[in-house]
């Protein structure tokens, strides 16, 4: 059986971290972003990283998205190419478009758009962190 196939688009902290996770998981990683260091920090970690600008409609529109069973946008502190790169998404028939926002705002914004699911990691970090402390018998000390 092939592996399941997942492209991450912005490779930040956010980004890298999902790419070797999603790796872990069993899930074959292609990654992009504009910036060569964050590109080549992750090639080995990943199936295929590409250094490419997805706020570019002609790099969407060369790549066959169709490999992917879902697109993760993890562009977090730029606003503008986070929601232009899902619309260039869109625009080539992507449906299952995840997106990493920086706040309320964002994450209001990217589902007005389209995406299938936004996620906002410090909320939902928040929100696990409480739950965890709502049920000590869940920690457990860790090193660090």
């Known amino acids: 059986m092939a592996k399941k196939r997942i492209a991450v688009i912005g490779l930040g902290r956010f980004g890298s971290a999902f790419c070797r996770a999603a790796r872990g998981a069993g899930l074959e990683v292609m990654a992009m972003d504009s910036d060569q260091g964050r590109v ?31 697109v993760v946008v993890a562009i977090g502190t730029d606003l503008q190419s986070s929601l232009i790169t899902i619309l260039n998404l869109k625009e080539v028939g992507v449906e299952a478009i995840w997106c990493k926002t920086r706040d309320n705002y964002h994450y209001q914004l990217a589902l007005k758009v389209g995406v299938s699911r936004a996620i906002n990691p410090e909320q939902a970090m928040g929100e696990m962190v409480a739950a965890w402390l709502g049920h000590p018998e869940l920690l457990t000390r860790q090193a660090g």
């Open 40 to 70: 080549h920090a992750i090639a080995d970690d990943v199936a295929e990283a590409i250094i490419a600008d997805s706020t570019d409609p002609k790099v969407t529109a060369n790549i066959d998205w169709r490999q992917f069973f879902a």
